[in-house]
């Protein structure tokens, strides 16, 4: 156990909706990261907060959007859902702002949109 | 399109074998990590190897990195069934860049 929770574990949804993912990174954890896996992409790197402001972007869709609340607890937005964007969608934490850090992950959230 | 490659894609060896991935990269790289992943579940950091560095050990892992060559391999030695998993690399770069590769699947049989 990582100490990284994620929640839903499992959500499915239609085509043109909106769900959010929401992830609590270990205690006393500052940065949170959200990636997200799926058999035609792999793993992408999407976004990095680090104490409530975001820290570097990756390959994330306009149509997604993420925020770190001043609990360091996270969330990610998907609006507008298409069929390719079911995934699995992790998040992870480190004690520090930095990409090298070691990240320890959750479970995941697997999305399936319909 | 993804920085890293991996290879071989994936792998089956006996326990007690020893097990090689390798991992080449596209841009020059601040750092490289190499992480596992358990069928489904989340990514466990395994170690990480400066661009100034050409190898690192680790309990029974043994990572070198060859920045003329782009390319890192990670060698699992006496390998256990317990090793069963996806193995990625994972490189950092200039402009917060971050990207994994494709990922070696390991299966060690008992």
């Known amino acids: 156990d990582s100490g990284v929770t994620q929640t839903p574990k499992h959500l499915i949804t239609a085509t043109g909706q909106r769900v959010t993912l929401r992830c609590s990174p270990r205690s006393g954890d500052l940065s949170v990261y959200w990636y997200q896996q799926s058999l035609d992409q792999g793993l992408q790197f999407l976004i990095q907060?680090?104490?409530?402001?975001?820290?570097a972007k990756g390959n994330i869709l306009e149509r997604f959007s993420a925020q770190q609340f001043p609990d360091l607890h996270s969330e990610l937005n998907l609006s507008s859902l298409e069929l390719g964007d079911s995934a699995l969608y992790f998040c992870a934490s480190s004690d520090s702002g930095g990409l090298t850090d070691t990240q320890y992950f959750g479970p995941g959230t697997r999305l399936t949109v319909l | 399109s993804q920085q890293g490659e991996e290879d071989p894609q994936a792998l089956s060896i006996q326990e007690g074998e020893n097990a090689t991935m390798n991992c080449s990269y596209k841009?020059?790289?601040?750092?490289l990590q190499w992480y596992r992943q358990n069928s489904g579940r989340g990514l466990v950091h395994l170690i990480l190897i400066r661009s100034n560095e050409r190898e690192k050990h680790s309990g029974r892992l043994r990572v070198t990195l060859d920045t003329s060559k782009k390319s890192s391999s990670l060698l699992i030695t006496a390998s256990r069934a317990a090793d069963t998993a996806s193995y990625f690399c994972?490189?950092?770069?200039?402009?917060?860049?971050?990207?994994f590769g494709t990922g070696t699947s390991l299966t060690v049989i008992p």
């Open positions: 841009t020059s790289i601040n750092n």
């Open positions: 907060y680090y104490n409530g402001e975001e820290r």
């Open positions: 994972a490189t950092d770069s200039a402009g917060n860049q971050f990207y």
